[in-house]
């Protein structure tokens, strides 16, 4: 390694390119967490040049290049190992203080600026050559359009403000964009800013002057002797953290690089996608949020590993895999399994409508179970037949179901799931054997509830309050549609709909108990005498009145009159915003009471034992 200390401004001085490898990620810096410090750097230096003090030069941080063999005409190229995000901003930042200085009429200085951003007079045919840095493929658009537009009113017309309909705020534009205005209002502050003695031209000097003198950055060029990849990891803490996809990315086509691999074309035919916006939305994994691609790569892992990987070990378990396991030939084979199988898991983040995998997708949103990916995705590469396919995820809905209506525990699902995956035959899956696998499983922790025991559960467990409006919302939606013939119904229902209780979930003032007698309020069970029977019906009743037989859905919500209404008041609410069909046996009721709650409990659990079915 060569280390060598340059300033701001000496980086870019003459005909070089810096070209960053298009397989890196793109330009991620913001306003608070990076271009403030920066500004703040830059400010300070500045006014000290304006004092005429002498301080040490300021470090803003370190480069590592590579320099790459250029044939003919070309201009000298480095390819940057790392370091991107801090070059990029210079380069946005220099554009921003050339079209300030044009627009204070300080044109000798705009055209050093412009010495700075582009290599003037090339021969090369290549328009690239002209950019001193060129940025990854999907930053080159933006990028360009800093450098080549020349003023903040031309660039704001290129990316204009837009407002959707009804939102409070504009979109946001692309980083870069947003960087070069940054920049821009504050270098025109502080040139513009009053003070005596002092002309534009000369704070303008003062400026260059601290870019020139002032701050500096530190390149180490590394030759072949080195591992880039090393010294990227090394580096890469004093900039934004980068993501384990990211570091995996960079180890993958340093890869392909070293076996002679294309790297643009492998990235163009299997890892464009992943910089793809949607891949970098959050999903929420366990307490935290992390990246759809983070989340992906680590449940592909454990796929193919067979094991729990953590997503802190990423990027460490997967070279281990690699380099122990060897399971490609080649780059390409990896890529290609892996895009494979990203198309898998984009189809359960963003699930299909009226498709078994996008209902099975959906259930496990609403569920919160991502622990069971890696087993799903194994489910899915076998490229079963859609009937086929379609049983066996109704069989591992059945079990999760169940086990949440039964309150049983989620908390070891990862190692359960896994031991799941690790029985699954080796080929030829079919319904019959993965029931097999379900149905081995014993214990509390890991059983497939049985229908003695789903049913005790959907009669007597207060599943309101265990599951949640969320839950029982998305349960009864499917009692709904299969409710006729054992058949989806395909009329469309409402969105939203609301949970309701028949039975009033504040039922004491008006609903009396099967006696006649007035309910007990739950802080006077505790007395004893003559009322124990009112306490053990009050008890009753409120247990009942959270379970499957007393809920149900309505296109709209209740005001608080009707909703604690007595039986006829309640009856005529909910036949008004009637939206499931179980419920149109109301019309003949003239009383609600326990009696009514379990044997409508005990309607709706025939529907759900054929929704959710057993393999005994």
Not at 89 to 98: D, E, G, K, P, S
Not at 377 to 396: C, F, G, K
Not at 498 to 503: F, L
Not at 518 to 523: E, K, L, S
């Amino acid at each position: 390694m060569q280390p060598d200390k340059e300033s701001l401004l000496d980086l870019f001085n003459g005909k070089k390119r810096y070209v960053v490898p298009l397989f890196q990620r793109q330009y991620v810096w913001t306003r608070e967490s990076q271009w403030e410090p920066l500004w703040e750097d830059i400010q300070r230096k500045f006014i000290e040049k304006l004092s005429q003090k002498d301080g040490p030069p300021h470090f803003l941080g370190a480069m590592v290049i590579e320099k790459k063999e250029v044939s003919g005409n070309e201009v000298p190229t480095h390819l940057v190992v790392d370091g991107q995000q801090r070059l990029t901003t210079f380069q946005v930042f220099l554009a921003a203080f050339r079209d300030v200085c044009d627009s204070l009429g300080q044109k000798e200085f705009s055209e050093e600026c412009e010495d700075y951003l582009v290599n003037k007079r090339t021969t090369a045919s290549s328009d690239e050559q002209r950019y001193k840095v060129w940025p990854t493929n999907l930053d080159r658009g933006q990028f360009k359009d800093v450098v080549d537009s020349k003023s903040r009113g031309e660039l704001a017309n290129r990316h204009p403000l837009v407002r959707p309909k009804y939102a409070r705020r504009p979109r946001p534009r692309p980083l870069m964009v947003e960087c070069y205005f940054y920049f821009y209002e504050q270098i025109s502050a502080l040139l513009n800013e009053e003070q005596p003695g002092l002309e534009v031209r000369e704070k303008v000097i003062r400026l260059f002057e601290a870019l020139r003198n002032s701050l500096q950055v530190v390149t180490i060029e590394i030759d072949d002797r080195d591992d880039p990849q090393v010294i990227f990891e090394t580096l890469n803490a004093r900039g934004q953290p980068l993501l384990p996809s990211d570091l995996l990315r960079n180890y993958i086509f340093l890869r392909a690089a070293q076996k002679n691999e294309s790297q643009e074309e492998l990235y163009n035919t299997y890892w464009l996608a992943f910089d793809e916006p949607f891949w970098r939305a959050e999903e929420k994994q366990g307490r935290l949020n992390r990246p759809r691609a983070d989340i992906f790569l680590q449940h592909y892992l454990s796929l193919k590993r067979r094991e729990e990987i953590s997503i802190g070990h990423l990027y460490a378990e997967y070279k281990y895999w690699i380099a122990t396991a060897r399971p490609f030939p080649t780059v390409r084979e990896e890529l290609a399994e892996m895009e494979r199988h990203r198309g898998f898991f984009r189809k359960l983040v963003e699930p299909e409508q009226n498709t078994p995998l996008g209902r099975f997708a959906h259930a496990l949103y609403v569920f919160d179970i991502r622990t069971v990916y890696p087993l799903v995705l194994a489910i899915l590469e076998r490229d079963l037949p859609s009937e086929v396919l379609a049983e066996i995820l109704t069989d591992l809905e059945s079990y999760i179901i169940r086990r949440a209506v039964c309150n049983l525990t989620t908390k070891n699902y990862n190692r359960q799931f896994l031991a799941l995956l690790n029985r699954l035959p080796a080929s030829d899956l079919t319904r019959t054997k993965f029931r097999e696998v379900l149905l081995v499983q014993q214990g509390e922790s890991s059983i497939w509830p049985r229908d003695e025991e789903f049913q005790q559960a959907w009669l007597d467990k207060p599943a309101f309050e265990t599951l949640g409006v969320a839950r029982i919302q998305w349960i009864l939606r499917q009692l709904a549609d299969h409710s006729t013939n054992n058949a989806i119904q395909t009329t469309e229902r409402p969105s939203p709909l609301y949970v309701e209780h028949i039975m009033p979930q504040d039922w004491i003032p008006v609903w009396p108990l099967p006696s006649g007698k007035p309910g007990i309020r739950w802080f006077e069970r505790s007395i004893e005498g003559e009322h124990k029977e009112q306490i053990e019906a009050s008890n009753l009743r409120d247990r009942l009145k959270h379970s499957f037989g007393n809920l149900t859905l309505i296109k709209q919500p209740l005001n608080s009159a009707i909703a604690n209404s007595d039986f006829s008041g309640k009856k005529a609410g909910l036949l008004a915003n009637l939206t499931f069909p179980p419920d149109e046996e109301l019309r003949n009721l003239s009383t609600w009471s326990e009696d009514e709650i379990k044997r409508r409990g005990s309607r709706l659990f025939g529907i759900a034992r054929r929704v959710w079915p057993h393999g005994q």
